[in-house]
């Protein structure tokens, strides 16, 4: 019995995480209607596991193991991308009154690499083909009445096996469906937007005048269920895979690496996203994939 249930969590539960430690050093976000020149250097480190039949390295050369070290560092401001392919765009200007609620965006400009976190991470299996899903996201807030995880996005583009450029996947995650509920919306009524258009705008990547694009980004409805139990996987009507690893070669130790960027950013055009977060961050976030025999 003990056998067969090592060998259920051997080829069923494939779970890897990805922890992502901010270290705060001061303000670090604004509202798009607030213009703050005070920006400080967070230094970002990052840890990633996996679980028996996953293995990770944080270079395609480099040596795969059951668990990789991934740091860098850089700014953190608002910025917003209907295609992360694109690039993002941040505010680079203001007009209005003299007063923050009375400042309107009206300039818009490519963002900087450092405006935002991405970094890469290898994923290969040492067995059976396997199709990978997230699981979950976890978050500590540094100030939990402040929660800066409203505002925050995660993005997947993933890569076929191998080292080409042929992307097979894009997909952008919200990090909390809660409300920031000390937020002075930014919205041009000043609330909170609820569900309705305002909550699903971001910057249309392909013009720079600030037009702004529907967009609907995945949800908690899009994991799939990880049950620690019995280590079983279980797909909901709306689970959305991010990749499938090929299986290993007879004789090989892993199969043909699937790289996945990873990016970390502040949706500018989230009603959430105000300067009642400027002087926070989050303690950690991690990104729990779990992966099943396809």
């Not at 901010?22 to 970002?44: P, Q």
């Not at 200007?93 to 970094?119: C, I, N, V």
């Not at 396997?130 to 979950?136: A, H, Q």
Request: aromatic residues 10%; glycine residues 8%.
């Amino acid at each position: 019995m003990s056998d067969a249930r090592s060998l259920r969590k051997q080829f069923n539960r494939m779970l890897a995480t990805l922890l992502v430690a901010l270290a705060a050093a001061g303000a670090v976000t604004y509202a798009w209607y607030i213009y703050n020149a005070n920006r400080h250097i967070t230094d970002v480190k990052m840890a990633a596991g996996t679980g028996v039949t996953f293995l990770i390295s944080n270079e395609y050369d480099g040596e795969y193991k059951t668990n990789a070290g991934l740091s860098f560092s850089g700014l953190l401001d608002p910025v917003s991308t209907d295609n992360v392919l694109n690039g993002f765009q941040k505010v680079t200007g203001f007009t209005g009154g003299t007063t923050q609620d009375s400042l309107f965006a009206s300039m818009f400009g490519a963002a900087e690499h450092s405006d935002y976190y991405k970094t890469s991470l290898y994923l290969a299996t040492n067995s059976a083909a396997t199709d990978v899903y997230l699981s979950g996201i976890d978050f500590t807030e540094q100030d939990p009445a402040n929660p800066i995880s409203t505002a925050l996005r995660v993005g997947l583009v993933t890569y076929a096996p191998g080292q080409g450029d042929t992307v097979t996947g894009q997909y952008v995650f919200e990090v909390s469906g809660e409300r920031n509920p000390q937020a002075r919306y930014n919205t041009l009524d000043g609330k909170d937007a609820g569900e309705n258009e305002q909550n699903h705008l971001v910057l249309d990547s392909t013009r720079s005048d600030g037009t702004t694009v529907h967009f609907d980004q995945l949800t908690s409805a899009n994991f799939c269920d990880y049950n620690e139990d019995t280590g079983i996987v279980s797909l909901k009507e709306a689970t959305t895979k991010i990749c499938s690893l090929p299986a290993a070669a007879k004789g090989a130790n892993r199969s043909t690496p699937v790289r996945v960027d990873v990016y970390v950013w502040l949706e500018g055009c989230d009603p959430d996203c105000t300067n009642n977060l400027a002087a926070t961050s989050l303690q950690s976030l991690a990104l729990r994939f779990a992966g099943k025999r396809s």
